[in-house]
Every structure is written in C-alpha cells, then in structure tokens.
C-alpha cells in the first residue's frame, strides 16, 4: 500500500494505545520529505529516492511539481513551505533553485541562536499564515537552543471544504459516544443527522461499513463546476464497538485500501449520524519512516546532506525532528483540517446505476471509535487519514481550546 498511509497506521499505534484521536496527512508529509533529495547524496539520497517511489531525482523533481501544481488549483487547499537556515550556514544555489521551482518553497536565513525567539516566531508565522490561523505558536525557542537545529523544513496546508448537502443543525441530536475502557466512558455529543439517499456500503464479511459525504464541487471562482475538484470524507465504521483495530490492521494489509472501499451505489441510510467534533494530534514521524526503511537521513553517522550547504560543520548533519502537526474540526457546514510537517472516477449525484435492486435500508450511526479519510478523487489522493476514538478526560468533541501550543 501507499507508504505514507503505512506511516499513518503505524503512528496510530501510539495514539490506540493511549485511547487518543489521532490525524495524519499523507500530503503533508511527502512534501516535507519531497524537500530533502536535492540537498541529500550517497546512501541517503537512494533511501529517499525509493521510499518517494522515484528512480532518480530528475523524476521526482518533475512529479512533485506537477502535484503542487495541482494542488494550488485546489481552491479548498492552501499550502505553504520553507526552508530556515542558520545564518551560520551557506545554502547551496542548486538546492535553493530545486527547492524554489519544484517545491514552491521558499530559503530565509535566521539566527537560530543568538535570535531563538525571532527565529521560532518566523517559522510559526509560515504555519499559521499556511493554515488562516488555526495552528499557532508550534514551535518553541527552546528548539532552538544548544546549538543542535540548522535548517528547518516546514510546510503547511489548509483544507476548507463546505458539505455538497449541508446537515440541518434542526436535525442534530445528543447522544452518547461508547468510549473504549469499560462502563462509565460514555460521553454525551452532538450527531450531525441526515437520514435518507445517502452512498454507504457494506462490508458485512470484513466487520465494517463505510459512508461517503461530498463536498461541493467549485472552481477557484467560487462556482460550481463538473470540472472542479471533486473531494469527499470516507467515514469507516466497525460493526463492533471495539472493532477500530482490526480494521486498522485489515487496512494495513490491503493495497489502495481507502480508494478501494469508496461506495459505488446510493441507498437508504436511516438513521444516518456522525458526531461534530474538534481534535488534533501531534507525532515525530521518524522511527514510523525508520521502520519503513528509511533511516539514513535521520542517524548522525549515516546522514548526507553535503548537498544542501556549501560549508558542511565538521560533524556534519542530520534530520534529528520530522514533527506533524494536524488538526480537524467537523460541523453542520464542512470540513477543516489543517496539517503541518517540519524538520478513481467520480460517481455523480445522481440515483443508483442500472443493476441489482438496491439492498434494503442501512443503519449508520458513529456512536463508537471509527476511523475517516478526505479524499480527492481525480488524483486519488488521500489529504487526511485519522481515527476518532476519545480517551476519558479529554475536550476532543467541540472543545472550545484553540489549536495552539498542543
């Protein structure tokens, strides 16, 4: 399957563990790593080479920009990326070319430390401009001091997407989430409601079921357009209350597991309820990329960044941070979801294709730990992948904290 979602499961380990919610974004994560093979040589330009599924650089060089290409015309999705240097280091020209035309990434020199503070403010700046100010203040002076961090990688993006049928906040109902862990977990949320045609589908023999909301589709005008982007939110719900991690491992094992799942058919849902909800959730994404073999650019003696800087420090660098920052927030309208990294054919709107009769009505009610995915379907893209599973003790439904200093 795709490597960067196999970094999601495995990442999720901690977060299932600790019965927390849990966000990812694969897109996110491949334009942070997509920065580092121009300034990389050697060992660790092969491992990045292949881990990023391309044979040489020029290949990737020509890929990537052709994806951030098309995500910029994604009207939903804002995006932005740089690269922070010590002013103690001299970047390269090629580098900063390959960064600036490939990338649409950007090279600025601070002082990262005689200046922590100005140079943490800098990097926060990119995130929360990137993000329209949802994630703020996420990198703190403190990173800085020692003497340790060089170069910064960072890059943001924001996703804003209005449901193509928005849910009627009249219809949304109170009822209670089963939390994992025994009696007394329960808690009491708002469910968005839409009972009716809805394209859901069944995997009675796997243990789960999966519903699929669009998101209009518009052009950058503001307009809707067949020709737009056409992105929506898979939500996979087990049959059973504690069934998330077999279908996470069952998601592990199968190829384009998301895309593959996608319904094909409208039906009638009734009752149909998701809940609202706020929550975010951080992780270093190295030991996941170290299992999945790709270790060389993140062990001291190892590492060749000889290609990002012309006066290397004698003992050379490193990447000793590969931080995710993501944030979600469902409600009545759409979808916002944010997510930053430092260190198929679209079905229409209409009824059901000529066939089978339609099966009888489906119950879809996420009243338990479920895991969800956004999607774009031209591309095939997979923008978030996360898990709702609420641990006791926390504010993760409409929790009224901003997402800042998290």
């Known amino acids: 399957m795709d490597q960067f979602l196999q970094v999601a499961l495995l990442a999720r380990t901690e977060a299932i563990a600790r019965q927390s919610n849990f966000i990812f974004s694969p897109l996110s994560l491949r334009a942070a790593l997509a920065l580092l093979p121009a300034g990389t040589k050697g060992e660790t330009l092969r491992q990045l080479l292949a881990f990023l599924g391309s044979q040489e650089l020029r290949q990737l060089k020509a890929a990537n920009a052709g994806l951030i290409a098309e995500m ?24 900063v070319s390959t960064a600036a035309s490939a990338h649409k990434a950007y090279a600025k020199s601070l002082d990262f430390q005689n200046q922590p ?55 949304t109902v109170h009822d209670d989430f089963h939390r994992l862990g025994g009696g007394g977990t329960d808690v009491r949320v708002p469910f968005l409601s839409d009972p ?58 199968e190829p384009d597991f998301v895309m593959r799942c996608v319904p094909r058919r409208e039906q009638v849902v009734s009752p149909c309820m998701i809940p609202k909800f706020k929550f975010c959730f951080k992780f270093d994404a190295r030991a996941a990329l170290r ?77 338990h730990p479920f895991m969800f995915a956004i999607v774009e379907y031209g591309s095939a893209e997979v923008l978030f992948s996360a898990t709702s599973w609420t641990r006791p003790k926390s504010c993760d439904f409409l929790s009224d904290q901003p997402i800042d200093d998290w």
Request: net charge neutral.
């Open 291 to 367: 299992w999945l073999g790709l270790a060389a650019p993140f062990e001291p003696s190892d590492a060749d960044l000889s290609g990002m800087v012309s006066n290397m420090p004698e003992l050379g660098m490193y990447v000793s941070s590969m931080q995710q920052l993501g944030a979600v927030e469902v409600d009545e309208e759409g979808t916002t979801a944010v997510g930053a990294t430092y260190t198929a054919t679209s079905p229409g709107y209409g009824g059901p294709p000529p066939g089978p009769p339609p099966p009888p009505p489906m119950s879809f009610v996420a009243d």
């Open 196 to 253: 009716g045609m809805q394209y859901a589908t069944s995997f009675a023999g796997l243990g789960f079921k999966v519903l699929q909301c669009f998101y209009k589709t518009v052009g950058r005008d503001g307009r809707l357009s067949r020709d737009a982007p056409c992105f929506s939110m898979l939500v996979f719900l087990p049959h059973r209350r504690d069934g998330l991690a077999g279908l996470l491992r069952l998601a592990a094992t």
């Open 72 to 95: 910029r015309a994604w009207p939903q999705l804002s995006s932005a990326a740089c690269i922070f240097a010590d002013k103690s280091l001299v970047l390269r020209p090629e580098f």
């Open 117 to 171: 503070e100005a140079a943490a403010a800098e990097v926060n700046a990119l995130i929360t401009h990137a993000t329209r100010g949802r994630l703020r203040n996420i990198v703190s002076p403190d990173s800085f001091n020692g003497g340790d961090a060089k170069i910064v990688l960072a890059n943001a993006m924001h996703f804003r997407a209005t449901w193509a049928r928005r849910f009627d906040p009249s219809d």
